[in-house]
């Protein structure tokens, strides 16, 4: 039993300070935004990183297995303008509701760029860690059932701040 | 002449692939290989040139060689750790 002599606090200070590790907060759930994310994060694993992703709001989009979101009417109305899922999202610029993505789509493959699911599927092999925000999936009425199963458990700021201050480099996407 | 050839232990095949992905199947490739293992890669994307030699570095990898053979980018790599 601990007594209160033997107890120590531990303090910032004892926490191994930058530690081999990256970690990212993937804000945009543009396709061109995910897919440097997903760049970075797969490179930075594959040079021997511990990888963190944290997914919030349209980030959300790229961890999404497709499935139609919300419970309410906006909630509903949200699931259906705007849709989760690798294949699904589109370029911050030039999309043309849909053309855009297509054309992208297209160049990608003539040039034999990995796509976003490959890029997905890549990450999940290297071990990079998917951590969904839980307040963001509340406000835009995602259910746990509507991520792809290769997520943590939803989590919180404090979460992805312990992760960050033991992180060598942090990115915000 | 008497200059040590290194042979490879596994030859990887990364012609057509670009960022991030010849990287990405180097490193598994070596995560599978064990320690002392010297692995060929053959790629035609011309980044590799700085890519390969910064992954030795950051994941403490031995580069043995790299070189350019016509379209073609050449190099060894021996797992270390």
Redesign the interface.
């Given at each position: 039993m601990q007594t209160a002599t033997q107890f120590t606090v531990q303090t910032a200070s004892d926490i191994k300070p930058q530690s081999n590790k990256l970690s990212m907060v993937v804000f945009s759930g543009d396709m061109d935004k995910v897919m440097a994310a997903f760049?970075i994060a797969?490179?930075a694993?594959?040079?021997?990183?511990d990888v963190t992703m944290f997914f919030t709001f349209w980030g959300l989009k790229s961890i999404q297995n497709g499935k139609l979101t919300g419970q309410g009417l906006f909630g509903r109305m949200l699931g259906l303008m705007n849709r989760g899922g690798m294949s699904t999202i589109g370029p911050s610029r030039f999309n043309f509701g849909g053309m855009g993505r297509w054309m992208m789509k297209t160049m990608m493959k003539q040039?034999?760029?990995?796509s976003l699911p490959e890029?997905l599927a890549?990450a999940q092999?290297?071990g990079v860690k998917m951590m969904p925000c839980l307040m963001s999936m509340e406000v835009l009425e995602i259910g746990t059932d509507k991520l792809i199963p290769a997520t943590t458990a939803p989590v919180g700021v404090a979460t992805f701040i312990e992760e960050a201050a033991g992180s060598k480099v942090t990115l915000f996407i | 002449m008497s200059t040590t050839i290194t042979k490879p232990d596994q030859v990887l095949d990364l012609k057509g692939l670009l960022c991030p992905m010849p990287i990405v199947r180097l490193s598994i490739a070596v995560k599978k290989a064990g320690v002392g293992a010297v692995l060929e890669g053959i790629a035609t994307d011309p980044g590799v040139m700085a890519d390969v030699p910064a992954w030795a570095r950051q994941s403490g990898n031995e580069l043995v060689s790299i070189k350019q053979q016509g379209k073609e980018y050449h190099f060894l790599v021996k797992k270390t750790k």
């Open positions: 760049i797969t490179g694993a594959a040079s021997g990183m040039k034999n760029v990995a890029l890549t092999e290297l | -």
